[in-house]
C-alpha cells in the first residue's frame, strides 16, 4: 500500500483521533497510521477527546468502545451536539465482543466497528470504508445546501444572499 490509496476524495495525509486507553495498542495503532501518511493524535478517553475534537476538524476517529471515564459511546453522543458532521467519520473497536449493548449502539448509529484483536488488513478495509462513507455524505450534504450568493447576469434581480446557521451553532 502507498500513501496515495489514502487519497479518498481529499488530501492524502489524514488526521486523526485515536482513542484508545491500552498505551501498548495505541502506540501501535499510532505507528502503523503514521507510516500511511496520517497525523495521529493519541488520547486515553472520551474526556481528552472532547478536548482535542472541539478544535481540531479529523477526518477520522479511531475510538475505543470501552474506556475508564469516558466511554466511546458517551464520546460519540458528545461529539453529536458539538461537532455533528464528524459522526460520520467514526470507527469504533472493541475487544468486548459478547457485550450485546455495543452491537445494539453500532447498529443505532449505523457505525462501523472492528472487534479486537484485528488484522491490518481488516483496520485498512474499515478505514477505507468509513472515509469514503463521510466524503459521500460530505458531498450530499453540499449539494443540499442553498447558493449563498445572489443570482446575477443579463436580465436577473439580485436576490439577497442567505444566512445559514449550522445547528451545532443554533
Not at 87 to 114: N, Q, V, Y
Amino acid at each position: 500500500m502507498n500513501t496515495q490509496a489514502w487519497n479518498v476524495g481529499g488530501t492524502t495525509r489524514k488526521n486523526v483521533l485515536l482513542l484508545e486507553d491500552d498505551p501498548e495498542l495505541a502506540a501501535s495503532l499510532a505507528e502503523l497510521l503514521e507510516l500511511y501518511s496520517c497525523k495521529v493524535t493519541r488520547v486515553a478517553n472520551g474526556i481528552d477527546g472532547l478536548r482535542q475534537i472541539i478544535f481540531v476538524d479529523y477526518d477520522l476517529v479511531l475510538c475505543d468502545l470501552v474506556m475508564p471515564h469516558f466511554p466511546g459511546d458517551k464520546f460519540y453522543r458528545a461529539v453529536e451536539r458539538v461537532r455533528p458532521r464528524l459522526c460520520k467519520r467514526f470507527l469504533f473497536m472493541t475487544g468486548h465482543g459478547s457485550d450485546p449493548k455495543w452491537d445494539a449502539f453500532i447498529r443505532e448509529i449505523g457505525g462501523a466497528i472492528l472487534w479486537k484483536p484485528f488484522q491490518f488488513s481488516e483496520l485498512w478495509t474499515a478505514i477505507r470504508t468509513v472515509l469514503k462513507k463521510a466524503r459521500s455524505a460530505a458531498e450530499a450534504a453540499h449539494d443540499q445546501t442553498p447558493s449563498l450568493l445572489p443570482a446575477t447576469g443579463p436580465g436577473s434581480t439580485p436576490k439577497p444572499a442567505l444566512t445559514v446557521m449550522s445547528p451545532a451553532w443554533a
